[in-house]
Antibody, heavy 122, light 112 residues
């Protein structure tokens, strides 16, 4: 069974950083890329970026470019997303999601993590 | 404001057929850009419903179908059931500077 298990709820002050983990299981980690998608309360889905679990290449959305870093640990089959200089409008549920096609990025996302709620508040 | 445009809400009675549209622009609705659809039940993560315009992942009932033509795509749900009440999102690729992956704003389906 393919699973993506994310780390728990975070509460951060404005200006701080947050790092969310996404531990995968049930498939060959290095064969699929991972995207990060966020959803502000009551709002739609917003793609933040993608990382290849094969070679670490990344693509970031223009909106978060410069504040986000995505990484992977192939030994633990875990993906990470760090967002810096947090603002109140970064308050959202953050999801990791797996590419649907091995070695072909950004076609669709077939498996999603359960989500990590990040609240930015003073 | 989303790059892909969906109606905010649709509704239908049990057993009926509903469709959800998704329209875009020349930067995200090219012939070689696929449309994918996701279902998000209340309080849950999104679930892939349709990929590459018309394909259903295993386990998705054939009551759900997708189509794409020109600069629009549609998700159709036949034999509407109470458990279909959810938010639905279309997704595609975008060649503009705004980003590579774009989602529609989402459509809330209410089963009357």
């Amino acid at each position: 069974q393919v699973l993506l298990e994310q780390s728990g709820t975070e509460v951060k002050e404005p200006g701080a950083s947050v790092k969310v983990s996404c531990k995968t299981s049930g498939y060959t980690f290095t064969s699929y890329g991972i995207s990060w998608v966020r959803q502000a309360p009551g709002q739609g889905l917003e793609w933040m970026g993608w990382i290849s679990a094969n070679n670490g290449n990344t693509i970031y959305a223009q909106k978060v470019q410069g504040r986000v870093t995505m990484a992977t640990d192939t030994y633990t089959s875990t993906a990470y997303m760090e967002l810096r200089s947090l603002r109140s409008d970064d308050t959202a549920m953050y999801y990791c999601a797996r590419d649907s096609t091995p070695m072909v990025p950004l076609i669709a996302f077939d498996i999603w993590g359960q989500g990590t709620m990040v609240t930015v508040s003073s | 404001q989303s790059v892909l445009t969906q109606p905010p809400s649709v509704s239908g009675a049990p057993g009926q057929r509903v469709t959800i549209s998704c329209t875009g622009s020349s930067s995200n609705f090219r012939a070689d850009y696929d449309i994918h659809w996701y279902q998000q039940l209340p309080g849950a993560a999104p679930k892939l419903l349709i990929y590459r315009n018309i394909n259903r992942p295993s386990g998705v009932p054939d009551r759900f179908s997708g189509s794409k033509s020109g600069t629009s795509a549609s998700l159709a749900i036949t034999g509407l059931q109470a458990e279909d009440e959810a938010d639905y999102y279309c997704q595609s690729y975008d060649s503009s500077l705004s980003g590579y992956v774009v989602f529609g704003g989402g459509t809330k389906l209410t089963v009357l």
